[in-house]
């Protein structure tokens, strides 16, 4: 029987895996270095906080994520034409004091067997609509490209010097970086946009990770995104993680795996939510088991994480994801 890291491996190179890679088994994450997270609320009902950019977020009772508040009071950038007044770059954390348990988390880990993966979120898009909101960022990316390429600049620098001190002091050898990048149905940006402003920059951080020992990039993005695979792969992404089934996984398989792999297929709205059942989420594993096949596609939740909200979903998919490789490998 293959390691989960020599079943992934196979799973990607198209070669001979032995069962489904289990959504993200492979993957052992270093939620204690994600310090870019900071201040970001994971539970609902927390007081309103900010993060290390000064964005304040908000996570209501009652509701399955936060998201930052972006009345004219709470927005950092409230006029992108003059950014830099209102806005400061974080300082990445380099204490020993803080840095201990991801160090302690990294040496634990069966590196034969999983992959020490570090985290990264929010992502460079994300980061500016959190910074201004949805609207005012879309727009600025048209009416300023000058001031968003300066801004994105800043973004990108934090993360590189972020980036350095996890490799000095991990040595991860995966990556796990959010960045959502679209809707359901569609790209929030066109091609040509989208690979101005951030294909550079990702191939920067990507590239760096690459060369410092770093084997495989995941990237989520829960959302539409078949138009911007080809940039993905030019950024140097691995796993595209959070493929929802409106991008035709199948084609995309057919055109793209050899050179990029496909995680998701089993969308979080569908099969997380209160009154799921073992029999809804045993349907929709093996639709997409049998519609995706066994290479180039890892089953798993469209969510950016190994979790459900709503208790035994996650567990409930993992189990009928075992099945599926009894009955297909």
Known sequence: MLTKRENLLETLRGGKPDRFVKQYEFLNL??????????????????????????????????????????????????????????KK???????????????????IDRENE???????PGIFEMTHHLMGMEDALMAYY???EAM???????????????????????????????DWGSQISSFMSPEMFNEFLVPRYKK????????GVEIIVHHSDSYGANLVP????????????????????????????????MGGLHSGELDFPNWTPTIIANEVEKACKSNGKEHYIPCITHGGPMSHFPGVYEEIDKQIDRMSREMF
Not at 95 to 103: G, M, V
Not at 115 to 121: D, G, I, K, N, T
């Open 30 to 87: 270093i939620m204690e270095a994600a310090f870019a997270m900071e201040g970001i609320p994971l539970q609902p009902g927390e007081k309103p906080s900010q993060d290390l950019w000064g964005v304040t977020w908000n996570f209501p009772k009652g509701q399955i994520g936060g998201f930052p508040m972006h009345d004219f009071e709470h927005k950092v950038i409230k006029d992108i034409a003059q950014w830099e007044k209102h806005l």
């Open 90 to 108: 974080p300082t990445v954390p380099t204490s020993e004091e803080k840095w201990a348990p991801a160090i302690a988390h990294a040496k634990s």
């Open 115 to 121: 992959f020490v993966a570090a985290v990264y979120a």
């Open 143 to 145: 009416e300023e490209p």
């Open 149 to 179: 390429h300066q801004l994105l600049d800043v973004i990108t620098t934090f993360e590189l010097e972020n980036a350095e001190i996890i490799v000095d002091k991990l040595m991860p050898d995966a990556l796990f970086h959010h960045d």
């Open 205 to 212: 951080i990507y590239e760096f990770y690459k060369s410092s």
């Open 231 to 262: 940039y993905m792969i030019d950024m140097g992404i691995d796993i595209w993680q959070g493929t929802m089934k409106t991008n035709n996984i199948p084609e995309l398989i057919h055109n793209y795996g050899s050179k990029i792999s496909f």
